[in-house]
């Protein structure tokens, strides 16, 4: 007696082999058989007409304090993800002193843009230091199943306190850092994230950009004892210095044996030679032996801010940049004092801002009967007879703050030259943020962007291809054990989805954050396309509706 039989469905299992009508039996939460099956089951799920496939992985979150409260890492789980990796960009919640929690809240809130009642005690209970505490926090409530890394920043906070951000670390700190994510990769994760880019709060450089090489070298040799990865954010605005870091990459897996894996790598009309340039050195260096993989989005990004948070769209623009970091009333009076607001009409360029601001569109506003919302900064300028960035401030002053705007295909803006980049044996799809930026744009649909516009509208990746790409090579490049392919003996992590719709769904505003004025804000993405999907076996998510299975697991132990 099986558990769940899927009936009928066209199996696409992960490997890249063509797909097959068939069965997909389930029993203790691994597959057990898949092909023709004989037998009953507790239940039986009639997939005809659909696409069975091995759970989505996505190698690039951060839900890390999310997790604490919301254990479906909603809405990952309704986009077909089964596993996901937090932890990216040299920031996790542990190994974490408690006098050290301040700090790294301000990092998060910061790069990832997550309000601070997110940590102040409103959403979750600090209990615990050490990372093996840490995943036993968020191991109860699991939906989804988690492969989380361990941060380097955070490690460095640990070993040498204020230190970490001052300089480089000596012998004995670099052997307390090694001993460290010793203990934390015992405990569960699945590799080391750093970051050369990153800044905390106050706009100072995050610990792991103090770090010498001979730190992350030593580092990557405990990488080396467990076979796990390392994860890097490069300084993807300079291609000569991507380039180097490649170079570096590839050093260090073909010393220490190990994967390494940077993001983002963004295929923008604005840099054309740049996905050139780093796609042949990652050719170059795969060709050694060197395991070095770019991560890409399928989507474009789309960019949503207020005046009201602080926003990464203005991070190119230090003076704007700058006022959108202070605190809230400090930044008002910046776009209110004449004196200030001068200075900031001046430094958004000559032309007024238009080349940079005059494309965005007024998405929202209070005033749902405002004419104003879906035109253009420019054409509110035009019409009011000002300056784009005149416009821009004054429409947010009037909306107390709270007109938001949009910014379209910030990152990827030529799905022509995409499609391709997709398809290329040495790239990984990964990089979709979820669960970060959470009031600017909505981290989600990669899966279904994949699938409606490469698969079904160019062609540049076969069905199979594609579940290929999100499932046993995430899985193989990762190294998390058992799971990516509809194989016997794997967990039961499979999604049920219809090729015909399956799409990158509306975005809308939530408001669901515990502890958070109002719930908060964020924008999110809902599924299309998705039918079902089974975590280890048991139905998280079906008809729409996320069931009470909590079915999760830590994925690397």
Known sequence: MFDVIIRG?????????????????????????????????????NAAGRVVAPGFIDPHTHFDAQLLWDGAAKPALEHGITTIVPGNCSLSLAPLKVEHREALTGMFRQIEELPPEVFDGSAFDWTWESFDDYLKAIREGLSVNVAPLVGHSVIRLWVMGDAAQQRAANPQEIQGMCELLRECLQAGAVGLSTSYVDVDQNLYPVPSRWAHFEELDALAAVLGEYGRVLQVVPEFYATDITLARV???????????????FSPLFDNAAT?????????????????????????????IDISFSFELPSLFFAANPTWYTVMRLPYAERTTAFTDPDQRAKLVAAAGPDG??????????RHVPDAASKLVGQSVAQIASERGVSPVEALIDVSLEHDFKAHFLAES??????????????????????????????????????GYLFSEFVRATGELSLEHAVRKITSDTARIWGIPERGELAPGFAADVVIFDADTIARGPERMAHDLPGVAEGGLRYVRDSVGVETVLVNGAVAFESGAYTDAHSGQVAVA
């Open 247 to 261: 170079d570096q990459l590839a050093e260090l897996s073909l010393k220490h044996d190990i994967p390494t894996t």
């Open 410 to 447: 910030v990152g990827h803006d030529v799905n022509s030259r995409v499609g391709p980049l997709l398809a290329d044996d040495n790239v990984h799809i990964g990089a979709s943020d979820g669960g970060a930026h959470i009031a600017s744009f909505s981290t989600y649909g990669d899966t």
């Open 353 to 362: 801002g238009a080349s940079w601001l005059g494309s965005l569109i007024l």
């Open 9 to 45: 469905g066209s199996i696409v299992d992960g490997s890249g082999a063509p797909s097959f009508i068939g069965d997909v039996a389930i029993k203790d939460g691994r597959i057990a058989e898949v092909g023709k099956v004989d037998g009953a089951a507790a239940r039986e799920i």
């Open 272 to 300: 054309p030679d740049n996905v050139p340039r780093v796609m042949a050195r990652v050719h170059e260096q795969m060709a050694r032996g060197a395991r070095v993989w770019p991560q890409v989005q399928t989507r474009p």
